[in-house]
Structures are given as C-alpha cells and as structure tokens.
C-alpha cells in the first residue's frame, strides 16, 4: 500500500535494496502511486522498477525470487514502525511462494509504469497552478471564475468544470474547462454531455500533449477546443486568450443585432 511504501523508506529498507541492487538483484515495487507518494516513488526508481496499481489489497507481500514470501494482512495500514495489530507469515514453501509470484505478476503485468503516472501527476499540479492564476487573473478583468466550479444545466443537475467563467455584465458569456490528462475518449463525450446540458458558449479541454486524430475528430463534432500547454503560464496565456476573443465576438454580435433592429 501507498503508506506501506513509506514504512519501507522510514524503517531504512530502501537503503538495503539499494545494495542488493548494486550486486545484481532486480528489485520490482507494486504500490499505488499517487501525489502524496510522488516523491517518495521517485526516490525509488534509481534502483527499483515501480508501478501502479490502484491500492484494493488487504495484504502486503515480499517475494525473494521463488524460495520465499513474506506476507503481512493489513490491519493497521498506517506509517508507524510499532504496530502491534500485525499478522504475518513468513514461508519457505517453494510451492506456495510459486503460487503467490503468480500473483504478483499477474498484478504487475495489469499495471501502470510508473514513469507515465509521474507524469500524469506532474501535469496535473501544472494544470491546477495554471487555472488558480487564471481565476486570478479573470476575475481582475470583470470575471465571476470558480475552480472548480458549477453551472446548472437544462436538466436541473449542477454540472461540474475545473473551470467555470462568467461574465455578469454579458448575458450568454461563459467559459468551461476540464483538464484531460489521460486521454481517454469516454472523457472527451463526458465533457460533451455536461456543456450541452449548460448551454455554454466556449468549451475548452486542456491537455499537456498533442491530442490524437481520435480525440481531434471528436472535439471537432462537438465544437471543443483543445488548449495543449505545457507549463502554468502558457495555459493562462492560451485561455485569457480564449475569454478575450470571446468577449469581441460577443460584442460584434451585439452590434450586429442593433443595427439591425435601428
């Protein structure tokens, strides 16, 4: 587990590993990796091969090639060294350790590289500090920004964006954002829904990556922009821009329609 993860460090395992490490030993770490845990990850794979796996387990298991397991049942997963609400097994039984190294790489081969959840970790905090200066920023010219924020919909269901902008002196004036980090198309139709339901005007989804044909030909259909950003200041310059085109666009249009109606 992802508190057991800083037990090993506390408790001087990963020192131990290290050396093992440098005499050849292939040290292979299943955690769940999360921003709490990023660092501690980090200092792990100079000598480790980690990846994630979301933490359902009640167990905690070390395996030493195929000759033996050491299993502890998590009772108190906490990161203290002096539980006494432990119960472990330690087996040298070559079939039962056999048996649970088939566990464990059944586990490992259905999980995630570390690196790439590092990654999506990093361009989430970049997006969060990107949108909180955003927020700053809008509102110092006029704004009513939230992040996150809501927006009622038609259906009378309060849908939710990491970023929600308005403008209360421009009635129909408004921005949504979610941050898509994974590229997952489900996200991208999710988006859909929530901005159909709220009758906005400019949708945007910020990635820190070029998107895919897939994920290009969607947004399209569904009139979504993509703001690829790769650090805080690009992604707030990208989206006042946005908020800025929208504001003339919603005055050409106004001029439009008095002239019109003169």
Not at 127 to 133: E, H, I, N, P, V
Not at 179 to 191: N, P, S, T
Request: contains cysteine; aromatic residues 6%.
């Amino acid at each position: 587990t992802r508190k057991s993860l800083f037990r090993l460090i506390y408790s001087g395992i990963d020192d131990k590993l290290k050396r093992l490490h440098k005499k050849g030993v292939k040290v292979m770490i299943l955690t769940e990796i999360d921003e709490a845990s990023a660092e501690a990850v980090r200092s792990l794979m100079d000598f480790a091969q980690i990846r994630h796996m979301p933490s359902s387990s009640i167990t905690r298991m070390i395996l030493v090639d195929e000759t033996e397991a050491f299993t502890s049942f998590v009772r108190d997963d906490s990161t203290s060294l002096s539980s006494e609400k432990e119960l472990a097994m330690w087996v040298k039984a070559p079939d039962y350790v056999k048996s649970m190294k088939l566990s464990f790489d059944a586990l490992w081969n259905d999980s995630t590289p570390a690196q790439h959840v590092l990654t999506t970790i990093s361009n989430e905090r970049m997006f969060k500090d990107g949108l909180d200066s955003v927020r700053k920023t809008l509102e110092s010219k006029g704004w009513t920004a939230a992040t996150p924020g809501k927006l009622t919909g038609e259906s009378g269901v309060d849908q939710t964006f990491d970023l929600v902008a308005t403008r209360p002196d421009q009635k129909g004036v408004n921005i949504v954002l979610d941050i898509l980090v994974k590229g997952d198309m489900h996200q991208i139709l999710a988006f859909n829904l929530k901005v159909l339901d709220v009758k906005t005007t400019v949708r945007l989804l910020a990635v820190a990556r070029v998107p895919v044909k897939e994920e290009r030909t969607l947004a399209d259909r569904c009139s979504i922009k993509f703001i690829c950003a790769t650090d805080a200041k690009q992604l707030e310059k990208i989206i006042i821009d946005e908020a800025n085109k929208s504001l003339r666009k919603n005055s050409t249009s106004n001029a439009r329609k008095s002239h019109r109606s003169n």
